[in-house]
């Protein structure tokens, strides 16, 4: 075998129709939804039926002049992503004002853990708070506690080879860091 052969061998990932109808439906397991049993039968047949047949991008459009290929089918919703991103790139590129993107990816909160709010959202105040009070900064928050707590916001696709979404964080001794020099920068 050469060394530029692509190695395969690992089982599918795909789950038989038996599975993947456990693992959807695991989700209604509430006795709210008995009552609902033969609507969810149809649900459960038409996810099937969209996973089965690989329909990754169901909804699309041609992509158009800007394209090498104008009338390749692109997915909506990655021509979305495309645009966020190209907005996100035009304010990033506008020196004019200073941008600082502030980020909470602690899942715990009083809702969750009684007692008190994590020290990551009150570390993301205090540096909302300081970069606020300078003059002329723009300043982003990316929360990403409210994906947990919000139902249905964090899920993986039941579909073959989706991207899973990483959501890491550096910590709040990094974040102190952080709000240390930037109060020290700013005034």
């Not at 990932?13 to 049993?37: C, I, T, V, Y």
């Not at 969810?40 to 800007?66: C, M, N, Q, V």
């Not at 982003?140 to 696709?157: M, P, T």
């Amino acid at each position: 075998m050469s060394r530029l052969t692509p190695r395969k061998g690992m089982p599918s990932p795909r789950l038989n129709e038996d599975e993947f109808r456990k693992r959807f439906l695991a989700q209604f397991q509430d006795p709210a939804f008995d009552s609902l049993g033969r609507e969810l039968d149809s649900i459960a047949a038409a996810a099937w039926d969209a996973y089965s047949h690989s329909r990754k991008a169901p909804r699309t459009r041609k992509a158009g002049a800007e394209f090498a290929d104008p009338d390749y089918e692109l997915s909506l919703d990655w021509l979305a992503a495309r645009a966020a991103s190209a907005d996100a790139q035009r304010r990033h590129a506008d020196r004019s004002k200073p941008a600082i993107l502030l980020i909470n990816c602690s899942s715990r909160s009083e809702h969750t853990c009684p007692g008190e709010m994590s020290k990551s959202y009150r570390l993301v105040e205090i540096a909302r708070e300081v970069f606020t009070a300078a003059p002329g900064v723009a300043i982003e928050l990316l929360d990403l506690s409210r994906l947990a707590s919000e139902y249905g916001r964090l899920f993986i696709r039941a579909r073959p080879a989706s991207p899973r979404p990483l959501l890491s964080a550096t910590g709040p001794a990094h974040a102190i860091r952080i709000i240390y020099s930037a109060r020290r920068k700013i005034g």
